[in-house]
């Protein structure tokens, strides 16, 4: 079978996407000296699907893969790439990631990836059409700030949906319940800037 260039590049991008999201699985639970079963309780994520996770026989979804974080409290940018902090980063439409065949409309790359000196992570998110996306409580003192460059989203906090336009912001508390989404016809992007608090 053949395939274009660019389906072999984002075929090629997957699997280095999950190679590295299971890589990185299965070194922090060694690191914490965690079982398949504490790991299960501190994520809320089945032992099964850990388990084909860090086998690298599944990649898991955007809402999964922040439990997983939150859950080992760590970056979700640790999961994804080593972005050189100090490079001029280009963003092109396209360009962030399909995690997971079931994320259809919801796309993330890291802008910068987590800085342990600072402690901060910036993504860039886009939300197609109709996307809702809804995240679980981070750790306590994780805030976000939002910064829609282009379209329309709303963002879900304290449980009211909060309309925000092209150049504007939000910032909250992400240790509740959260979400985003895009009711408009056009494609949203924005900027998610993550402070984690110093442990
Ligand atoms: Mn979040």
């Not at 070194?27 to 079963?37: P, T």
């Not at 910068?112 to 109709?130: A, C, H, T």
């Not at 994780?142 to 009211?160: A, F, R, T």
């Not at 912001?169 to 402070?195: C, P, T, W």
């Amino acid at each position: 079978m053949r395939y274009s260039a660019q389906a072999l590049f984002i075929r090629h991008t997957l699997e280095k996407l999950t190679k590295k999201i299971s890589d990185t699985l299965r070194n922090l639970r060694k690191e914490k000296g965690w079982s398949l079963d504490k790991a299960s309780i501190e994520t809320s994520v089945s032992k099964a699907m850990l388990g084909q996770i860090e086998r690298g026989e599944s990649s898991p979804t955007i809402a999964t893969l922040w439990k997983i974080a939150s859950g080992f409290q760590t970056s979700f940018s640790s999961f994804i790439e080593e972005s050189p902090n100090n490079d001029i980063i280009e963003y092109r439409s396209g360009s962030p990631k399909q995690l997971h065949p079931d994320d259809t409309k919801i796309r993330v790359m890291p802008i910068f990836s987590f800085d342990k000196y600072l402690d901060f992570e910036v993504f860039i998110i886009e939300l197609l059409p109709g996307c809702e996306h809804l995240s679980p409580p981070h750790k306590g003192g994780v805030i976000e700030h939002i910064i829609v460059v282009e379209g329309e989203i709303e963002v879900l906090v304290s449980g009211k949906w909060t309309r925000i336009k092209t150049g504007e912001g939000l910032r909250f508390n992400a240790d509740q319940e959260h979400g985003y989404r895009n009711l408009s016809d056009k494609k949203a992007v924005f900027h998610d800037m993550i402070h984690y608090p110093k442990n």
